[in-house]
């Protein structure tokens, strides 16, 4: 390794974009910088009573160089001279439609304002009808297509999106020439790229949204799209056959980007990848530890040698890949729909009476009142927590139901509805919070035992992202709810961490990412033990949540 050598982790959330210059020698962290997407903070061509979540194109690219300039300014010119690579990760399935040079559709004019020329979001569950007729239709095919997607296919992912917007808007649909998740699309914009069939594919978003497998030599045919619904006939071959892991090279940056960001002209961009895994990289996942990157919603993470797991399918998990987390690893994956969400909607119900009876005019305009008011907010989840964390939970305590925002696993199902039972008069702000934390336990350890049952061993957990820094009260709840203890990573960005790591080893500083998992990683920083007192309790409630659960979903 080189004396000097630094990388650019890029790390694009649901509401913001985060950079981070990492020393590729011993990981310290040389700068870091948080851009949020001004778009998307404004509610802008978001209606959340349709779920429809799109984002502009525009966040992005601004956000990659506002945040990267920032780095780089704090860095100083020395590490400037040294950065050697940059990788990128993002939500997904967040796709977009793009025009034949690869150009999203919102950044021409004309579709500047159209939600639909724009990227959709991971959340947006718009295409539910679309998810349940590629279920439907793939039953009709002797290749079972959804096999190594767990066998149900989500409105979340690539072809449901694709269909309801090809569906729904002509004037897309005429301009659209193919369709490229957001992880794809930054390194294709950092190389210079200037054809949409050159963009270079991961296979962590094709194999876990897009159906593509080495087993069906790629994608599945034209006649199983087409024969779906007409609009997608010959749109495979505007797609890709070839995949790559995220320790490759997309190529060098452009002489038009090294430019803007004030770069050498030789340094690599990696292949993208989801946050979650690239985030469960940068929290060194271990072989059968699920890691949990817990933020808005989870993303669970599984690794292990594919000799070993060879011929098991998990049903009801979004995908297993070889390499879509460590190369030459199966890697799979689950995940809850809302987890972070649901504790801010219960927010939000809080907050609504100080946001709208106290926030008025006169009041409004006062300045100390507003940072009266603006402190209370902030400190509503910290206070909930306070307070639930004192109460003690028995049979007949108020239960919830997570799906808030649909079942991502086991066995997505974006209508069902959170619920909550066992209301009475005594009911109170903090009890319900319990409930609801609870609930999102709950339905974390139903993906383990979806693993468990399904012949593969969860042998531990690791805790990364927003809640697991900052709530020991859930993290405290989420061993107890487990019966297993649950590590704490040490880093506040482990998916800008994980990027990090793809880009040292996709510029040969290391020989694969588990060489930079080991040198770059900071470890672990806590870690909760189940509360024997609490076990049993909660192992009675949780069958009491899995057989309303099931009443629920029958329901639906």
């Known amino acids: 390794m080189k004396r000097e050598a630094f990388v650019i982790g890029v790390d694009y959330g649901t509401d913001s974009v985060r ?10 962290e040389t700068a870091s910088s948080v851009f949020y997407y001004p778009r998307w903070k404004d509610g802008l061509y978001c209606d959340p009573s349709k779920n429809q979540f799109r984002q502009h194109p525009l966040d992005y690219v601004e956000g990659l160089e506002a945040t990267i300039k920032k780095c780089l300014q704090q860095a100083g010119d020395t590490v400037s001279k040294n950065i050697k690579a940059i990788s990128v990760d993002t939500t997904g399935s967040t796709p977009v439609a793009v025009d034949a040079n690869g150009t999203p559709l919102a950044l021409h004019a004309g579709f500047e304002q159209n939600p639909n020329a724009m990227f959709v979001l991971w959340k947006d569950h718009t295409a539910i009808k679309e998810a349940a007729e590629i279920n439907a239709h793939a039953e009709k095919f002797e290749t079972n297509y959804l096999q190594f997607v767990g066998g149900v ?15 729904k808007d002509t004037s897309v649909r005429h301009a659209c020439y193919s369709w490229v998740e957001h992880c794809d699309w930054v390194p294709f914009l950092l190389t210079g790229g200037k054809k949409a069939s050159d963009i ?16 069906f030599g790629g994608l599945p045919t034209d006649d199983f799209f087409s024969s779906l619904d007409i609009l997608l006939k010959g749109f495979t071959q505007r797609l890709f056959t070839q995949t790559y892991t995220a320790d490759k090279a997309a190529g060098k940056i452009s002489k038009e980007w090294a430019e803007r960001l004030g770069l050498a002209g030789d340094v690599i961009i990696g292949i993208g990848a989801f946050d979650a895994h690239m985030g469960a990289v940068g929290g060194q996942i271990e072989p059968y530890h699920l890691s949990k990157v817990m933020g808005t919603s989870t993303c669970d993470m599984l690794v292990a040698p594919i000799d070993e797991v060879k011929g098991k399918l998990v049903k009801g998990i979004c995908g297993q890949v070889p390499g879509s987390v460590i190369p030459g690893m199966m890697g799979m994956e689950a995940g809850q729909s809302a987890f972070g969400d649901a504790y801010a909607w219960f927010k939000k119900v809080i907050a609504w009476p100080m946001e709208n009876i106290l926030n008025k005019p006169g009041l409004a305009d006062n300045a100390p009142f507003k940072k ?8 509503i989840i910290p206070e909930l927590s306070k307070h639930a964390a004192q109460l003690h939970a028995d049979e007949q305590s108020e239960l919830a139901m997570d799906w808030l925002n649909g079942r991502r696993t086991p ?37 383990v035992d979806r693993f468990n049952d399904e012949g593969i061993a969860v042998k531990g957990l690791i805790g990364l992202g927003g809640v697991a820094k900052k709530s020991p009260f859930i ?6 709810v487990m019966n297993m203890p649950i590590r704490i990573h040490k880093s506040d960005q482990t998916c800008a961490l994980g990027a990090a790591m793809f880009a040292a080893t996709a510029a040969g500083l290391y ?31 949780f069958r009491k949540y899995m057989q309303w659960g099931g009443w629920i979903a029958d329901s639906a």
């Not at 909550?420 to 609870?438: C, H, K, M, Q, Y």
Request: charged letters at 20%; hydrophobic letters at 45%.
């Open 19 to 28: 950079s981070v210059i990492i020393n590729a020698m011993n990981g310290d």
């Open 153 to 167: 296919y989500s409105s979340e992912w690539f072809w449901a999106k694709l269909l309801h917007i090809l569906r």
């Open 200 to 215: 270079k594919r991961g296979v962590c978003s094709a194999g876990h949204k897009a159906l593509w497998a080495a087993a």
């Open 372 to 379: 009266m008011l603006d402190d209370a907010l902030q400190e």
């Open 411 to 447: 066995d997505a199902n974006q209508l069902l509805k959170g619920a909550i039972t066992g209301l009475n008069l005594g009911s109170d702000a903090p009890r319900i919070f319990r409930a609801v934390v609870e609930s999102t336990c709950f339905g974390a350890k139903a993906i």
């Open 475 to 480: 993290m405290q709840m989420m061993a107890d």
């Open 511 to 541: 020989k694969n990412v588990e060489g930079a998992m080991h040198v770059i990683g900071p470890g672990f920083d806590t870690e909760y033990y189940p509360d024997k007192n609490n076990v049993d309790i909660y192992a009675k409630r």
